[in-house]
């Protein structure tokens, strides 16, 4: 049929939800999807060709063939049965009634060729500038180099400056092997490759890169893997993996038997699990000599990696910079901030102004502004849009490790012409990530630095001035796409004052050769001193070590110490972190020991892994948290504990007060008061983690019967404004969801318990499947092209109306879908089309009717039901208590703080004295709940002068926390309070009495007086009974723990159960049906937990220890705290018997506790 160009002029807009049934088919993989952004596009497409053939034909002044000629020119042509099925049922329906011709129809099939013909040119012609970029990069050069290397040795150090290519090249290079004499890979690479990063994000990043540059779709044959996320297939033969997984996997496979090479990138970072990778693939490579291992690093002491495995070959490569020039900027003293001080902002709003005067708007160039911390960013960010939104030229975006995904991908966009993009960042973009279109860097010169104090046990996270090869990381970021300006805010003489002090040094050290230099050489603590300097120091050495020294001793090491670390951490670190392990009973000393005269170490051979150890290693948590969940599920209390432990583990889910001022902080108190809890910080975080899932499930719900408005304004009810009210990221409440389906299935698994129903659906509906996956494919293309920047995505989200319309639309989108859900499916489709993929995967693979049900059970518990709860969680967090100062009431009374009035309170522990609250503690706002409520005065004669003041009680609080952490002075983090005996009686590991037990000192720092002897002894006589039933549900519980999962790996490998002679075919899905003893033992834990829950219950009553008085120990008073029995100096080898002693393990010779 000859078109002519004028059949092409018709409206078909008019007619676009018919043209879109016939030409975009919402089936499983149409050409183009009517939800991509190559849909909208179309439409664009026909108005500028209709216009362009106007404009034509008016020039011409008659009608043309054009389109028809180009027909013949088209690369592909399409063919549509369903329109040629519509226009001949059209015809043969005398009734129909259609405005456009077959004519209109076919010119109409013809634009549509053309579109397909326009988007297949511009694929090519990416493709065809992306093999020139590759080619173009500094490592592309080194490709044979690398393959030979690899094929010669197992080992190979590929040392590359920034923007080399090497992170997406190389794994490239491994998979397509040599290239023939056209340029084409052969395909005799290696078939099986892990690359390793030590972040989430530059996994994505990387293997979304990756899978663009091989034309392949993520998740086939590029994937990447990480925490609660996974694309990978068994198609997948490139995985980007996080380092913490693939030591989980070394656990399953400590072979590695699926890989054949593994590369190790950003090795020069040092976090504790690339040291641990780094030792453990030393091993691996002598047991698997067909294994190759790639080490990637910045040029930054790559001469240690070298040696470390045998002096294996380095492989440098330059970086691919431009000039970059260096200006220098130094502070002025005023605008130095001293510690604790806020940051000044502005010299880097004089900075934006610079480039604002000297650079055209039209050279394109963005800026990356490094500082030390969150805080800084905010310090910064604040007056940084201001200035942005008076000039209209800048967008500003923060970059942190706690932004939310979303948030983090807005700093790979593109900024629109004549605005440039303000990246505000921590060191976390030194190496890790690369941010194309950087043309300018702003260097602080400043990192906050995380560091352990084993003896102290807190964490301290100070500002230091960064080292040369971090100021040199920083500088690259300047310069990759083309000549770009380092701006630092410090002298030249501060940058080469360390260059000066570091080769002195070395000059006094000729004589020693650092290559190969011993920890026996005499000048070896100076070696190692100039190389912390010079580099950063290791994570391992910053961080407390009792989760590695448990991963270790699971997968077989009997001694850490003999570890091949690369640069070991201190010794006295790796037994306090043992003697932890051995407290808690993640370890214990073998029966057999050789020689009674000599006493073994701590981490000598004798120790074992307990199977509560074993337990605790597969918890992917830290170690108290861990201790947290396994007690819940012995007292049946696990539901409510997944949701605490949950919120413990994610990463700020409030946003802290303290990056907040003025009235916006008085409103964001006041939203947040509402969910606020007298107990503590975790369970405010249940709290609103529980609302925000009532808030999702509440569907057809007229607004006049909620109990709560969370409009946070006009309109229905929002999840997503209601977090913006009162401070919740809703990134980290989704992670909690996932997080908490996690910890339930490891606990079932682990046959710890029992679930009624399952988080994760037994069987999704087939069209919910597809509806899910479709919702991700469509995510995944969606976040794979780069966005264009609007300056309202450098403004802060509020609660108020800038995006309801988008906030809304996701609402009632989920609402919709949940509506129809009930009802036909064949509405689902396409509902479930504009469902966001977290709300659909809340629905069908978290089960949002079951969590709504566990937050309902949750908001109906007693107080009784809370005390037990913190029992549990007390269990976990002991020894981490505080004691509060005597004059906190004082504090109270007459100072607080500008934070609220509990800022200024004391407290006391162990290790540290003198701690203060954490400004985002919920006891600053409200801290009358830690005194006792009801105080009387005893005084007898026997009380001594020092305890007078102290008021008896039977309701005296302490404090746990989850961390110490200092800053500008030490910090209680994440904090709930628990009453103070009963927790004390129940977990402390050293209990002394005098005769009558009114006088008791836990652990030889905290002491109590008990007013009534016979309440004392009875109180001490129900938790000796208490602790030896928990530790007897204990035992059962592990053992039927250690019987399930024997099952379990039995049924796997192909094994007949010894108990029943079944064979491993059988069907079968509970366990007890397989062993009968499973079922024996589970009805002793059933019995044993009723029992022990009403015990704890009516010991945890005010009533039951009486009234008490608290007081904390100072060391002069430890010291005064025994004396002698009567009858002089005592024999050797001869102690006085207490009643305590077998069941708290302690000894003490010839002492009893002085009564004054």
């Not at 279109?437 to 906050?448: E, L, P, Y």
């Not at 996690?742 to 994760?760: H, K, P, V």
Request: charged content about 25%.
């Amino acid at each position: 049929m000859e078109l002519e160009d004028s059949d092409c002029l018709c409206d078909y807009l008019s007619h676009k939800k018919r043209l879109t049934e016939l030409f975009f088919p919402n089936n499983k993989n149409p050409i183009i999807s009517r939800h991509s952004n190559a849909y909208e596009e179309f439409w664009n497409f026909l108005q500028k060709l209709q216009k362009w053939i106007r404009s034509r034909s008016q020039t011409d002044g008659q009608s043309s063939r054009l389109l028809s000629q180009k027909r013949a020119r088209l690369n592909l042509q399409t063919v549509n049965y369903r329109l040629e099925d519509f226009l001949r049922h059209r015809e043969v329906d005398r009734h129909s009634s259609g405005t456009l011709s077959r004519r209109n129809f076919h010119c109409f099939h013809l634009i549509f060729d053309m579109y397909l013909d326009f988007l297949q040119k511009q694929k090519i012609s990416r493709i065809m500038k992306l093999r020139r970029d590759q080619a173009a990069l500094p490592m592309a050069a080194f490709r044979s180099q690398l393959l030979d290397q690899l094929s010669a040795h197992r080992v190979v150090v590929v040392a590359g400056d920034t923007g080399c290519g090497k992170s997406t090249q190389v794994p490239q290079y491994l998979y397509f092997g040599e290239l023939d004499s056209h340029g084409q890979p052969l395909g005799k690479g290696y078939q099986h490759i892990a690359v390793t990063q030590p972040r989430r994000i530059a996994c994505i990043s990387l293997a979304a890169r990756v899978s663009t540059e091989m034309l392949n779709e993520l998740g086939s044959k590029v994937a990447y893997q990480v925490r609660f996320e996974r694309t990978r297939t068994k198609a997948t033969q490139i995985v980007f993996i996080t380092e913490g997984l693939l030591l989980r996997q070394m656990q399953l496979d400590p072979f590695l038997k699926e890989y054949d090479v593994l590369v190790l990138d950003e090795v020069h970072e040092r976090h504790w699990q690339t040291d641990c990778l780094l030792g453990l693939v030393k091993c691996l490579v002598m047991a698997r000599p067909e294994l190759r291992v790639v080490l990637m690093s910045a040029t930054i002491n790559v001469q240690l990696f070298s040696s470390f495995f045998e002096n294996c070959p380095i492989l440098e490569v330059p970086g691919r910079l431009f000039p970059i020039d260096i200006k220098y900027i130094p502070l002025t003293p005023a605008e130095i901030s001293e510690a604790g001080d806020r940051l000044d902002p502005s010299p880097y709003l004089r900075l934006l102004q610079r480039i604002d005067a000297k650079y055209p708007a039209t050279e394109r160039g963005d800026l990356l502004v490094f500082v030390p911390g969150m805080a800084d960013i905010q310090a910064i960010m604040e007056p940084a849009r201001a200035y942005a939104e008076q000039t209209k030229r800048w967008i500003i975006l923060p970059l942190h490790s706690t932004l939310s995904a979303e948030d983090q991908e807005k700093v790979f966009h593109v900024a629109p012409d004549g605005v440039r993009k303000c990246v505000l960042s921590t060191n976390i973009s030194e190496t890790s990530l690369t941010i194309d279109g950087i043309r300018f860097v702003a260097d602080s010169g400043k990192v906050k630095e995380l560091s352990w104090d084993a003896s102290a046990r807190l964490r301290r996270l100070k500002e230091f001035p960064i080292s040369k090869a971090s100021a040199n990381q920083r500088k690259g970021r300047a310069g990759r796409t083309g000549p770009g300006v380092c701006f630092r805010f410090y002298s030249q003489e501060d940058y080469d004052q360390f260059e000066a002090s570091f080769l002195r040094m070395l000059v006094s050290l000729t004589t020693i050769n650092l290559m190969t230099a011993t920890r026996a050489d005499p000048c070896w603590f100076l070696i190692e001193g100039l190389l912390c300097v010079a580099f950063n120091t290791p994570e391992i050495r910053r961080v407390p070590l009792e989760t590695l020294v448990l991963q270790m001793m699971v997968m077989g090491l009997p001694d850490v110490k003999y570890f091949p670390f690369i640069e070991p951490p201190e010794e006295k670190c790796l037994d306090e972190a043992v003697e932890r392990l051995l407290s808690h009973g993640a370890l214990i000393k073998a029966a057999s020991i050789t020689d009674s005269k000599t006493r073994p170490s701590s981490t000598s051979s004798s120790l074992q892994v307990t199977p509560l150890g074993r337990l605790l290693a597969d918890l992917p948590v830290e170690f108290s948290l861990g201790r947290m969940l396994i007690i819940a599920s012995l007292l049946g209390l696990v539901e409510p504990v997944l949701s605490l432990v949950a919120g413990m583990s994610v990463q700020a889910p409030l946003v802290p007060l303290t990056s907040l001022g003025g009235s916006e902080l008085a409103r964001r108190v006041e939203a947040l008061s509402e969910y606020e809890s007298d107990h503590g910080d975790a369970f405010t975080v249940m709290n609103v983690f529980d609302e925000w899932l009532r808030i999702k499930s509440e569907v057809n719900e007229p607004i006049g019967s909620r109990t709560h408005d969370h409009s946070g304004g006009g309109g229905s009810l929002n999840a997503r404004r209601w977090c913006r009210r009162i401070g919740a990221q809703e990134q980290r409440l989704h992670e909690m969801v996932r997080l908490r389906s996690q910890f339930a299935q490891l606990l079932s698994d682990c046959g710890l318990w029992n679930r009624e129903g399952s988080d994760m659906r037994k069987s999704l509906d087939l069209s919910h499947r597809r509806n899910l996956n479709r919702a991700r494919r469509t995510e995944r293309l969606k976040n794979k092209r780069r966005r264009l920047l609007t300056l309202q995505d450098g403004t802060e989200a509020r609660s108020g109306s800038e995006s309801e319309d988008e906030c809304e639309t996701d609402s009632s989108r989920l609402r919709k879908w949940l509506s129809a859900a009930g009802g036909a499916g064949s509405r689902l489709g396409s509902i479930a089309q504009d469902v966001s993929v977290r709300d659909l995967e809340l629905v069908l693979c978290y089960d949002l009717s079951s969590l709504t049900e566990f937050a309902n059970r949750h908001s109906e518990m007693t107080q009784a039901d809370l005390q037990l709860l913190k029992v549990v969680v007390a269990g976990g967090l002991y020894p981490h208590l505080a004691i509060a100062d005597d004059a906190n009431a004082y504090r109270v009374a007459n100072r607080g703080g500008a934070a609220g009035p509990g800022a200024e309170m004391v407290f006391h522990t162990r290790t540290k004295g003198f701690v203060t609250l954490h400004p985002n503690d919920v006891f600053v706002r409200n801290p009358d709940v830690l005194f006792p409520k009801t105080k009387c005065q005893l005084e007898t004669e026997e009380t001594p002068k020092s305890t007078k003041a102290l008021a008896y009680s039977s309701d005296h609080q302490l404090l746990m926390y989850l961390d110490l952490m200092e800053t500008t002075r030490p910090f209680l983090v994440n904090t709930m309070h628990v009453p103070a005996l009963p927790t004390l009686l129940l977990y402390c590991r050293e209990i002394d009495t005098n005769e009558d037990a009114t006088r008791i000192v836990f652990d030889s720092w905290i002491e109590v007086r008990l007013a009534d002897a016979e309440a004392a002894q009875r109180a001490l006589a129900t938790a000796v009974w208490l602790r030896a039933m928990m530790d007897r549900l204990m035992e059962l519980q592990l053992a039927n723990s250690a019987r399930i999962r024997e099952l379990h790996a039995a049924e796997d490998s192909g094994e007949v159960t010894a108990s029943t002679g079944q064979a491993s075919g059988t069907e079968c899905s509970n366990p007890t049906n397989r062993d009968p003893s499973v079922n024996d033992v589970q009805y002793q834990c059933r019995k044993l937990r009723s029992l022990l829950g009403q015990s704890l219950a009516a010991f945890l009553s005010s009533s039951a220890v009486g009234l008490y008085t608290l007081h904390r120990l100072l060391a002069g008073d430890v010291k005064r705290l025994f004396r002698y029995p009567p009858g002089g100096q005592p024999k050797d080898n001869a102690y006085l018997p207490r009643p305590m002693r077998k069941i708290f393990f302690t000894k003490r010779k010839f002492k009893t506790l002085c009564s004054q």
